[in-house]
């Protein structure tokens, strides 16, 4: 390839284009690396809502809910929260507010609670917005 008048320019451009090849494919590889870290970062921040409804909801459940939890499910909306102040802040990554509540049963004296969530953006697999 070399010679004493040093490269050529079908030489150059056959080395542009390989270096050119691996710089896109490189880009394509950055670009689904942090994709991938943004959904984590979504999926992680949602899931932080739905863990700080379901504690203020074991609160609830704990300190002021007169019956006794049956298998039957109960649902204690974001509303009943507010009522004796444990609502949480539940605002999404746009700073609009969530809907959410809460669904909790007792079987086999295993409490079950599990925290539904809407957001602009994000929702719940298994939420039901008549339960509001």
């Known amino acids: 390839m070399l010679n004493k008048k040093g490269w050529g320019l079908g030489e150059m451009l056959i080395l542009s284009g390989i ?4 710089l896109i ?18 999926l992680n921040y949602y899931t932080n809502l739905e863990e700080k409804l379901k504690e203020q909801a074991q ?21 009943v929260l507010k ?7 539940l605002i999404d990554l746009k ?15 295993i409490v079950d609670i ?9 929702e719940t697999s298994g939420y039901e917005s008549w339960r509001e």
Not at 19 to 22: C, G, H, M
Not at 83 to 89: E, F, G, I, K, T
Not at 95 to 109: L, P, Q
């Open 19 to 22: 270096l050119a090849l691996f």
């Open 25 to 42: 494919i490189a880009i394509y590889f950055i670009y689904n690396f942090y994709s991938g870290m943004e959904k984590d970062y979504k």
């Open 59 to 79: 609160i609830y459940i704990n300190e002021y809910y007169d019956e006794s939890l049956t298998s039957d499910y109960v649902t204690i909306t974001k509303d």
């Open 83 to 89: 009522a004796y102040s444990l609502a949480p802040d």
């Open 95 to 109: 700073d609009n507010t969530c809907e959410g509540y809460v669904r909790a049963n007792k079987s086999r004296a």
């Open 114 to 122: 599990k925290a539904y969530i809407s957001c602009s953006d994000y």
